[in-house]
Every structure is written in C-alpha cells, then in structure tokens.
Nanobody, 123 residues
Framework: VQLQASGGGLVQAGGSLRLSCAAS????????VGWFRQAPGKEREFVAA????????PYADSVKGRFTISRDNAKNTVYLQMSSLKPEDTAVYYC?????????????????WGQGTLVTVSS
C-alpha cells in the first residue's frame, strides 16, 4: 500500500491550493482516508477525513468552512481543497488510510501514510 501526497506549494494568505492523495491500493473504496498536518515544532494534528463512501467528512474546527475533502474512488484519489488560507495553515500535510468504517481523527488509528507535501502560506 502506497500513498502519494502532492499539490503543496507557496501561496499568499487568502489564496487556495488543492492537495491530492493518490493511492496504490486495491479496493480503494474500502479505505477511509485522513489528512493531517505538522508545523515546525508542533505536534501532528488532524485536518479532515473522509469515509469509504465519501458521505462522512469530519473536519478540525480550525479548517471548517475553508477546507473541503472529497474522493474519486475510480481514480484512487482523495483531494483536499484549501481556501482562504492563513499563515497558521503552514505545515507539512500528510494523507493516511485505514479500513475502518468511520473516518478517524486520531493519527494512531491509521495504518498507511504518505510522505507529506509542504504548504507555505505567506502573510
């Protein structure tokens, strides 16, 4: 199982980015996927997750209303659309997957992790 996160970059505050998490997983539709982020000197924190069907999508309070998670099971890909970005969103963003029925917001619930993609938001 491999996950490849991409789409990070440098953006000004108020701008947008879309992250992608491409999975080399058979039966991708049986996996829930989460996005986490880690800023320098801080602990990894939950951002958003999506259930296997895509119908359940919990978000961290800090990104609710600004970020949208979605998935395309035909393409084995999960997306994180980030809008109204703030400097405090600067972090390395990781995607992770597991086969739990409900999407989880605790990093230790995930079995597979991508390598991370850096998002930098300038003020």
């Amino acid at each position: 199982v491999q996950l490849q996160a991409s789409g990070g970059g440098l953006v000004q505050a108020g701008g947008s980015l879309r992250l992608s998490c491409a999975a080399s997983i058979r039966a991708f539709g049986t996996y829930s996927v989460g996005w986490f982020r880690q800023a320098p000197g801080k602990e990894r924190e939950f951002v958003a997750a999506i259930s296997r069907s895509g119908r359940t999508t919990p978000y961290a309070d800090s990104v609710k209303g600004r970020f949208t998670i979605s998935r395309d099971n035909a393409k084995n890909t999960v997306y994180l659309q980030m809008s109204s970005l703030k400097p405090e969103d600067t972090a390395v963003y990781y995607c992770a997957a597991n086969q739990k029925f409900l999407p989880q917001n605790r990093y230790y619930e995930y079995d597979y992790w991508g390598q991370g993609t850096l998002v930098t938001v300038s003020s």
